[in-house]
C-alpha cells in the first residue's frame, strides 16, 4: 500500500466538504420536516447493535472528558496501519456496557449526559450521506430506517427544522474538516518517518488484536498523535 492512498483520501475528503458546504440550505430544511422524526424513548439508538459506535467530535472529547473520561476510548475500525505495524485512528468513541447500551445510557433508559451530549446524539437520526444520486446530488441516509423506532412524519415547525438544519451543517463540516486534519497530519507524519501503510500489517495486527493480544493505536486529537496500548475486550 502506498502513501498516495493517503493523498487520495484526502484530495476526497475535501471535495465532500466542499459539497456538503454547497448543499442548498432551504432543502436541507424541507427534508428535515419531511423526515419529522420524534424520538419515542425506545433507547435503541443508544446501543451498539443499532448504531455501532459513537464517534466524538474534538469538542465532545473535551466536554466528556470533564464528565468521565473513563468513558472514552479510541474510535473502532482503526484507518491505516503502518509498516511497523502501529495503528492510527481518526478520534475517539464512546464506550459501551456490556450488554451493549452506551456507557451513558442510566437505568432509567435516559442519556445521563443529556445537556452534554455528542454532537452526533443531538442531530440524529438527520446525518447526511455523502454518496451522489444519479444527479450527483448528497443523499439523506434514515439511519435507524423508517419504522424501526420513533417517530415519523411529525410536525415540526419551520424554526426547529432550521436550527436542526444548522446543526446538521455544522456536524457533518466538523467531522469532514477533522478527518481532512487527520489525514493531513497522518501524512507529514509518515514523509517524516519514514513509513507507509501497510496492509499486510493491517492484517496481522488485527489477528493479533482478536487473539487478546496488545496492539499500539495512534489517536489523533487536537493536532497529534496520542498513542495507546489496546487489548481487545468481547
Ligand atoms: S451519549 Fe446519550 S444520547 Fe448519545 S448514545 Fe449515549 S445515552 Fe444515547
Not at 100 to 127: H, K, N, V
Not at 143 to 158: I, K, P, Q, S, W
Not at 169 to 175: A, K, S
Amino acid at each position: 500500500m502506498q502513501i498516495t492512498l493517503i493523498s487520495k483520501e484526502l484530495s476526497q475528503t475535501r471535495s465532500d466538504l466542499s459539497a456538503v458546504e454547497a448543499y442548498p440550505f432551504g432543502e436541507l430544511v424541507d427534508i428535515i420536516k419531511d423526515v419529522g422524526f420524534e424520538c419515542s424513548r425506545c433507547t435503541r439508538c443508544c446501543t451498539r447493535d443499532y448504531n455501532d459506535h459513537v464517534f466524538l467530535l474534538e469538542n465532545d472529547v473535551e466536554r466528556i472528558e470533564m464528565v468521565d473520561s473513563s468513558k472514552i476510548t479510541p474510535a473502532p475500525y482503526f484507518d491505516y496501519c503502518d509498516n511497523k505495524g502501529n495503528f492510527y485512528v481518526q478520534g475517539y468513541a464512546l464506550t459501551y456496557k456490556d450488554d451493549g447500551t452506551c456507557a451513558f445510557l442510566g437505568e432509567d433508559d435516559l442519556c445521563a449526559i443529556y445537556t452534554q451530549r455528542p454532537a452526533i446524539c443531538s442531530i440524529y437520526p438527520y446525518m447526511l450521506n455523502r454518496e451522489p444520486n444519479s444527479r450527483g446530488k448528497l443523499l439523506w441516509r434514515y439511519v435507524a430506517g423508517l419504522n424501526e423506532h420513533g417517530y415519523y412524519h411529525c410536525e415540526m415547525t419551520e424554526k426547529d427544522a432550521m436550527q436542526i438544519a444548522k446543526d446538521v451543517l455544522e456536524y457533518e463540516t466538523g467531522f469532514l474538516q477533522h478527518r481532512i486534519d487527520f489525514l493531513t497530519t497522518l501524512l507529514s507524519y509518515f514523509r517524516e518517518n519514514k513509513l507507509k501503510p501497510s496492509q499486510r500489517q493491517y492484517e496481522r495486527q488485527m489477528k493479533k488484536y482478536n487473539s487478546g493480544k496488545e496492539i499500539v493505536v495512534n489517536v489523533y486529537h487536537c493536532g497529534q498523535f496520542h498513542t495507546h496500548h489496546l487489548a481487545y475486550k468481547n
